[in-house]
Nanobody, 127 residues
Framework: QVQLVESGGGLVQAGDSLRLSCAAS??????MAWFRQAPGKEREFVAG????????YYADSVKGRFTISRDNAENTWYLTMNSLKPDDTADYYC??????????????????????WGQGTQVTVSS
């Protein structure tokens, strides 16, 4: 059975930092990512990383503030979030896919391109 479990969310103040973790079991993956969904908004891509060489991808809204990383030996990946803003408030989900990180040459950035999902962890940033 494949399982992804997120942890590390919480309530913080603007400017603070958090690190989210996604611990996977049951299999390994070619592609690992983080998405978020704020109330009333669509689920959006935040960051992604490849298993084979650690290439990273970021949404423009978090570039320079967030960092995705992975520990292949532990089948775990992380999202380090710095300089948090109230607009970062959302439920954060880790996701993974067992096939290539790329579809038609582009990194997987939409939710329907991921086969495996965690249950979500809430991040709330107060002003």
């Amino acid at each position: 059975q494949v399982q992804l479990v997120e942890s590390g969310g919480g309530l913080v103040q603007a400017g603070d930092s958090l690190r989210l973790s996604c611990a996977a079991s049951g299999r390994t993956f070619s592609t690992m990512a983080w998405f978020r969904q704020a109330p009333g908004k669509e689920r959006e891509f935040v960051a992604g990383i490849t298993w084979i060489d650690g290439t990273t991808y970021y949404a423009d809204s978090v570039k320079g503030r967030f960092t995705i990383s992975r520990d292949n030996a532990e089948n775990t990946w992380y999202l380090t979030m710095n300089s948090l803003k109230p607009d970062d408030t959302a439920d954060y989900y880790c996701a993974a896919h067992h096939l290539s990180a790329y579809i038609f040459g582009e990194f997987r950035k939409t939710p329907n391109e991921y086969a495996y999902w965690g249950q979500g962890t809430q991040v709330t940033v107060s002003s």
